[in-house]
């Protein structure tokens, strides 16, 4: 058994500041994405936010636990605007079509001032496909209200999306049951 000692010195101690809002960014190719930003969104809800969730690919068909709990007991605006998995598209112009009108949705729930937390669930996937303007995104980010919190979460966040974060944290798949034929499990997975 492998043991390390605990820590005997505080960290390096830096300059501390207040600032208004943050902007978060959860990527990798590990589970716990968006799981990560439901947990920001809990947190925010305690604090009596205004608290809106775009999710760019799952669809409103789909429901999972997270929108359900959100939605009916926390009170939080939840737009579930996707089209699903891209491999099952019949036509991925209309896919297209549907993310740039959850864009534009988001974008208005950014600019609004209305929430103090937006969460842009998996908008990475259709920013890298070309499907709705980076550098849009990243405007609608830097202009955000002095209040608004922005989480963007997905696989592939562009150096664009890092750059004007303030935190990133990178998900790292070691194991995921799904390798192993496994399918998604109500409760654990949605």
Known sequence: MSTEAPPNKSPEKKERRRVQSLVLVHTGDG???SSSAFGVVIRSVARNWNVAVIQFLKSGR?????????REKLGVDWWAIG????????????DEAVAQAAWAHAKECIASGEYQLVVLDEVTYPANWGWISKEEI?????????????????RNAPPEFVEVA?????MRNVKHAYEKGIVAKKGIDY
């Open 83 to 94: 089209e699903g998995f891209s491999w099952e598209s019949e036509d991925l112009s209309e």
């Open 138 to 154: 990243v405007s609608a980010v830097k202009g955000r209200p002095e209040k608004t919190n922005v989480v963007i979460t997905g």
């Open 31 to 33: 589970k716990g994405k």
């Open 166 to 170: 303030d935190t990133v944290t990178e």
């Open 62 to 70: 789909w429901n999972t636990g997270e929108e359900k709990i959100c």
